[in-house]
């Protein structure tokens, strides 16, 4: 068991519908110390793709991602939720369907920042049917970027995400797979 | 001038209506090196604070804040931004009006996170009404917690935020304040 799994059976809270609470150390309290481990971790996975950028979406994606970004010392460059489809010569936007709140939005990126020289690492907390994944993919893909591959704090395993990534040919690294949180127990994948 | 001035200079846009455009750095694409610079010098100034938590917004504010919540050893906590004021016993909650967007919103902290013993550090990317700084205050008054100080990165300093808080007394540290966007020229307050 890693540090991180071991934080999530002392501090993670199971809810009703297959909800992980977590945001004691990892999506509104954050641990600086357990962030960074994690930074260090992704960094030695990915350490010879000669990453040019990391990418995440607002909001808890920032912390891990700009200790990512630390790591590799390239910039981090984090998509923002905008409720409606900004049409904008001058912004990358993806449409996304989010499971925790159950409703759509587009993330939108600057074309500024993102080129087709750039070998990209994808970064998030959490990865459940993997759509905010799919969002960034989509916009790396648009700016004709490389994908290095995508660095994940916590998978869901028992949802879809992992799976079509994987099957997609990404190289996912996520540092703790949560097999079931079935009867209130967190088990992870082996 | 230090190296965030430096850093503004070479890689800030004026817009109209006094706009300080530091996407390229600060609050979307972000360079991890420059932020650890600016974390460290934040450590320094409030070193012999006894912070227990450092506190910001989302989302520009968590880069830095992680940064240094690292530098302090503690954790970061990071208020979210709701549509609408939530009533919940479990929230610390607080109206905020947007300079940026021109509109209100309410910003909320779990009460789990944030107590009267706690010695707090407000942290930002920007300062210009102060109307996020003061939401922030409000919620760890609400709390019971000390405030130490607020730890800024750039303050409009011909906006009245500044003048507010240290007029309350607060020790506010900014880390560049512009005294001017006048003529499309970045002028800095010596």
Same mark, same amino acid.
């Given at each position: 068991m890693n540090v991180l799994e071991e934080r999530i059976l002392c501090d993670g809270v199971v809810r009703p519908n297959n909800i992980l609470k !977590?945001?004691?150390? @990892?999506? /509104?309290?954050?641990?600086?110390?357990l962030i960074g481990q994690l930074a260090v971790e992704l960094k030695e996975y990915f350490k010879d793709e000669n990453i040019t950028k990391v990418l995440t979406i607002e909001a808890s994606g920032i912390a891990l991602g700009i200790l990512v970004a630390q790591q590799f010392n390239v910039p981090l @460059?984090?998509? #923002? #939720?905008?409720k409606s489809a900004n049409v904008d010569a001058d912004l990358y936007t993806s449409k !996304? #369907?989010?499971y925790t709140y159950n409703k759509d939005y587009?993330?939108? !990126?600057? #074309?500024?920042? +993102? /080129?087709e020289e750039?070998? !990209? @690492?994808?970064v998030d907390d959490f990865l459940a049917e993997?759509?905010?994944a799919y969002g960034l993919i989509d916009i790396a893909k648009q700016a004709g970027a490389k994908i290095a591959g995508i660095g994940i704090a916590i998978e869901k395993g028992f949802q879809e995400g992992g799976k079509r990534l994987r099957e997609d040919g990404y190289d996912l690294k996520s540092l703790?797979? +949560?097999e079931s949180l079935e009867d209130n127990k967190i088990l992870f994948r082996k």
């Amino acid at each position: 068991m890693n540090v991180l799994e071991e934080r999530i059976l002392c501090d993670g809270v199971v809810r009703p519908n297959n909800i992980l609470k !977590v945001d004691s150390f @990892l999506n /509104h309290q954050i641990d600086p110390m357990l962030i960074g481990q994690l930074a260090v971790e992704l960094k030695e996975y990915f350490k010879d793709e000669n990453i040019t950028k990391v990418l995440t979406i607002e909001a808890s994606g920032i912390a891990l991602g700009i200790l990512v970004a630390q790591q590799f010392n390239v910039p981090l @460059l984090f998509a #923002k #939720k905008a409720k409606s489809a900004n049409v904008d010569a001058d912004l990358y936007t993806s449409k !996304v #369907k989010s499971y925790t709140y159950n409703k759509d939005y587009s993330m939108i !990126v600057s #074309k500024k920042y +993102i /080129h087709e020289e750039d070998t !990209v @690492l994808i970064v998030d907390d959490f990865l459940a049917e993997g759509n905010a994944a799919y969002g960034l993919i989509d916009i790396a893909k648009q700016a004709g970027a490389k994908i290095a591959g995508i660095g994940i704090a916590i998978e869901k395993g028992f949802q879809e995400g992992g799976k079509r990534l994987r099957e997609d040919g990404y190289d996912l690294k996520s540092l703790s797979i +949560i097999e079931s949180l079935e009867d209130n127990k967190i088990l992870f994948r082996k």
